[in-house]
């Protein structure tokens, strides 16, 4: 009997690393699959089309959303972002272990419909460095760093729901810790 695959989620504040992560996690575990959200924002400029996410209309995301076709789904900072459900359904299916690099919210519908899901909240140093961290991405408004930011303290008071918490202040390390968890719990 072929084994049932595991969803792992990673979520965080914005500029905590999730991003990051997620790379080094499929660059050291090939076999993970990343699921692939849809968005109603624009890309930015360092995003590709289809890479990081589908971006989609707004009528196309609320056709998705009333056809119960996302796994979870919500809007903030303007726009909608979702996780497509049958993709990750085919995967686990298949025994495949998939990431969801979501928001806090999506994390916790995700958990609710997947109580054996693995969540882990991803944690900058500190509020500063968070700060710092969106500034250099030079993607957005001061307006909408501080909007992100008044965001970050909601989603950090949400962590005590999640199973792991990791401090991303040493990328190879935090990358190490979720790896060691995910084999402990194979």
Not at 98 to 113: M, R, W
Not at 124 to 143: C, F, N
Not at 158 to 169: A, E, G, L, T
């Amino acid at each position: 009997m072929q084994k049932k695959g595991r969803l792992i989620i990673l979520s965080g504040p914005s500029g905590a690393g999730k991003g990051t992560i997620c790379s080094e996690l499929l660059r050291k575990m090939p076999e993970l699959i990343i699921s692939r959200s849809v968005t109603t924002r624009q890309p930015r400029p360092n995003e590709q089309k289809n890479r990081s996410y589908d971006f989609i209309s707004t009528e196309q995301f609320l056709q998705m959303v009333s056809d119960n076709d996302l796994l979870e789904y919500d809007q903030h900072f303007e726009n909608y972002y979702g996780t497509p459900k049958k993709f990750v359904l085919d995967m686990l299916s298949f025994g495949k272990d998939v990431i969801l690099e979501i928001d806090v919210k999506g994390a916790l519908q995700v958990k609710q419909n997947f109580p054996e899901s693995i969540l882990f909240f991803v944690e900058a140093p500190s509020e500063q460095d968070l700060y710092l961290r969106l500034k250099k991405r030079g993607t957005e408004s001061e307006e909408k760093i501080q909007i992100r930011m008044a965001r970050s303290r909601l989603e950090i008071a949400q962590k005590s729901k999640y199973d792991y918490c990791i401090m991303n202040d040493d990328l190879d390390r935090a990358v190490g810790e979720i790896i060691d968890i995910l084999k402990r719990r194979n």
